[in-house]
């Protein structure tokens, strides 16, 4: 059955000319009413309507007519994140973010350096409490609000997207989001002073693990989230 449509714009890409895989996995986890896993099928196309189809237990289907796109599936997300990393050590890992020097998908919403309407997201290296990691401030800006002032689920669902490829991936790499379970807990307000943390969960040949937190100013976790990273054959 058909339950809605939606439509990504064009500035919510990742790579070119496609959605950015954290982007589309809050978009289509928004529409469930339990966590989910969100597996992106194909690259998710920008600016045509998509159509949102229930599907069997519960789950959920993200079509380009007859394309499949992603599905969601009621699922459990175990993950246990670190205390919260302060503002200022982020800002100081931030400074070492090796997207500034090179960077595979410059256009990304959420990291892409040529972006001035995107997240700016700016993962860089730091070891927390023996937790080698990333860790990047952020501060949602107005573009980004639902009701009352606070962000939209969809964009926390992105910002837990690229500081996971950056916690996995020490060189300029082409890697896309296999599937991603997310977990948001609290509001984040406009304006806030976030910290998101991602760290690696571990992987082999061409698949990775990563995790994922996002904090509020007061160190609240507000979002996590786990994500299979595959490397594309051919690069």
């Known amino acids: 059955m058909n339950l809605t449509t939606v439509t990504i714009a064009a500035r919510f890409c990742g790579p070119p000319n496609s959605g950015n895989g954290g982007y589309v996995a809050g978009l289509l986890g928004g529409f469930a009413v339990e ?17 949102i189809v229930s599907g069997a237990a519960g789950s959920l289907e993200l079509r380009d007519g007859e394309r499949l796109i ?6 459990t997300l175990e993950l246990e994140p670190p205390p919260a990393v302060p503002e200022a050590a982020a800002i100081a890992a931030a400074a070492g973010w090796r997207g500034r020097r090179e960077h595979v998908a410059p256009d990304c919403f959420v990291c892409g350096p040529a972006r001035r309407d995107g997240l700016g997201l700016t993962p860089g290296p730091m070891v927390h409490e023996g937790l080698a990691c990333v860790a990047t401030p952020w501060r949602p800006d107005a573009s980004l609000a639902g009701t009352r002032g606070r962000v939209r689920p969809e964009f926390l669902s992105a910002a837990l997207d690229c500081p996971g490829y950056f916690a996995i991936v020490a060189d300029a790499r082409t890697m896309l989001v296999g599937s991603f379970t997310c977990g948001v807990e609290d509001d984040v307000r406009v304006g806030e002073r976030c910290v998101v943390v991602g760290w690696s969960l571990g992987g082999k040949g061409r698949t990775y693990r990563a995790a994922t937190a996002l904090y509020g100013e007061d160190g609240r976790c507000v979002a996590r989230a786990i994500a299979l990273w595959i490397e594309p054959r051919g690069g």
């Open 35 to 51: 966590p989910v896993e969100v597996r992106l099928r194909a690259p998710a196309p920008l600016g045509v309507p998509l159509a």
């Open 70 to 75: 992603a599905t969601a599936a009621p699922a």
